[in-house]
């Protein structure tokens, strides 16, 4: 059975880092681009971060330029999301999905989801 399951999320005071995982079964992550996603209760899903299967390429929403980093280990068929100095505002549940690209020129413009999605884990930012 395929599925994405996702790790590492947590309580963590601002300023705090956390690393999430994105941990694939039933099928190989190196043919898919992946990206994460997060939902605030009462707020609307927002992309954080893709990254292709093809180059690396990355892209990440305004609110976490420069705080995260996705990476991916295609060996270990996981890829993972590094988030420095968190905020209360980043509090919400992350999630993985494969996902569809689109480029604009050579940059990597935007990832909508595709066919797998994980669980979710929690992220909370609070002192």
């Known amino acids: 059975q395929e599925q994405l399951v996702e790790s590492g999320g947590g309580l963590v005071h601002p300023g705090g880092s956390l690393k999430l995982s994105c941990q694939a079964s039933?099928?190989?992550?190196?043919?898919?681009?992946i990206g994460w996603f997060r939902q605030a209760p009462g707020k609307e899903r927002e992309g954080v971060s893709c990254?292709?299967?093809?180059?690396?390429?990355?892209n990440y929403g305004d609110s976490v330029k420069g705080r995260f980093t996705i990476a991916r280990d295609d060996a270990k068929n996981t890829v993972y999301l590094q988030m420095n100095n968190l905020k209360p505002e980043d509090t919400a549940v992350y999630y993985c999905?494969?996902?569809?690209?689109?480029?604009?020129?050579?940059?990597?413009?935007?990832?909508?989801?595709?066919?797998?999605r994980g669980q979710g884990t929690q992220v909370t930012v609070s002192s």
């Open positions: 999905a494969t996902v569809t690209t689109y480029y604009n020129g050579r940059d990597l413009a935007n990832c909508v989801e595709s066919e797998y």
């Open positions: 039933g099928f190989t992550l190196v043919n898919y681009a």
């Open positions: 990254i292709n299967s093809v180059n690396g390429l990355t």
